[in-house]
């Protein structure tokens, strides 16, 4: 194949696996809400809205860098020459699938009620719509604040702004933030965007209650209305903060060490013992690469944790479920790092294994958590009777088949589409 023939399939091959993952999230999503939304009361239904909001704005404040940086395509883009109107689309684009995966199950929410299917109709739109604008205000607000942040961070990674931290990281015995210096503007701006978004949320909340469901558009409509302004000024420099972003996105992530988010060491070869021998190098590397990037661990426990908490609490069962499949899919979901270009090169990847021996890896990789999360299930269903062992069991079948299956798909969006391509 030539070369411009390779650099379509990867092309493609990458959209391929992005469209996967965010179509797995939409499912997952989507029959989250319906499970959620099914017989309840208006009142109910208005503030699992709410929460839901709330989700969307966790989610919006921590995405933008993850979804959109470093640009992997950016020398072809460098080579097309794009206008600044052309790079903002295309960034939108790219931002547009995280956007709509936490927009449109807000309407299974509002409107899915079987057997009241005209019950409060007009008052379900109004605070859906009122909730919508919110949440694409917020997903806008962010995008505009990541996308521009390159010369703010090169600014603090250069020691020329930001001597508050600095003086502040030189006296205290913590240390600072386990990243590098120009990443500090970033986790500023998550919790500047988060802190936003709750007060939007409030405020659309208290209008609804207090004043009118119309009023409740308020809040939302304007942060949506400032996220566009701000876009529009940013437009005739866009290329600017573009690249600048891009290119100290990539110095920061090609340097000695990269951005270290644990001092614990990684994963030893001796404790992936139980993985079947053909397998256990590339199973040993996968894992060490992801507890590099991801600690995945912490984020289990406090999975495990709140899943306690609800058991204790006595939670409603179809909440339980929930946040159930939830983590399922999100401890699963990881994976996909493992088929991006940073750390599965094709070629690299071609020359090591089979396509079938590598969702053979993810699969096994997928399955470091499900042991604990068995005995988690179990230990919960013995201390209260609102969790059976056989519904123990039945949870820990659906993590390993949604090992399997979140497996194949990253394993067939990359190198069985990729070894297609190079074999026609």
Known sequence: MSRPGRRFALKQGGRAVRRGAYGLLFVVLGYACLLVAAGVDLETRIKLLRYWTLLATAVYAIAVPHVLLPEGHLAMLQRLNRKPRGLLVHQLRAWSGVLTAFVVPGFALAFYDPGRWGDGLSVKALYLGADLLVA?????????????????????????????????????????????????????????????????????????????????????????????????????????????????????????????????????????????????????????????????????????????????????????????????????????????????PFPFQAMRQRPAAWMATRFFVNLRWTLPFLGSLVLIAVLDPALGVVEALGWTGLDVAFALLTAFLFTYGTEFRYRNRYAA
Do not use: C, M
Request: proline share 6%; aromatic share 14%.
């Open 136 to 344: 694409l205000g917020v997903g806008l607000y962010s995008f505009g604040r990541y996308v521009n942040i390159g010369p703010t961070s090169q600014a603090w990674q250069e020691r020329k702004r930001g001597g508050w931290y600095h003086a502040l990281k030189a006296h205290s015995s913590g240390g600072g933030f386990a990243v590098p210096d120009g990443l500090v503007p970033a986790l500023l701006v998550t919790q500047q965007v988060f802190g936003v978004g709750i007060l939007v949320v409030a405020a659309s909340a208290y209008a609804g209650l207090y004043a009118s469901p119309v009023l409740a558009w308020g809040p939302g409509a304007v942060l949506l209305g400032w996220a566009v302004a701000k876009l529009g000024r940013l437009l005739p420099s866009y290329d600017h903060a573009f690249y600048a972003t891009n290119a100290f996105y990539q110095e920061v992530f090609r340097s000695k060490g990269g951005v270290r988010l644990s001092d614990r060491e990684p994963i030893p070869y001796r404790a992936v013992y139980w993985v079947p021998r053909r397998w256990t190098p590339a199973v040993w590397a996968s894992l060490r690469q992801l507890d590099r990037a991801l600690p995945l661990g912490r984020f289990i426990a406090l999975g495990h944790a709140a899943l306690w908490l609800l058991f204790f609490q006595d939670a409603d069962a179809d909440v339980i479920a929930v946040v159930l499949v939830l983590f399922i899919a999100a401890k699963n979901g990881t994976a996909f790092l493992l088929v991006t270009p940073s750390f599965a």
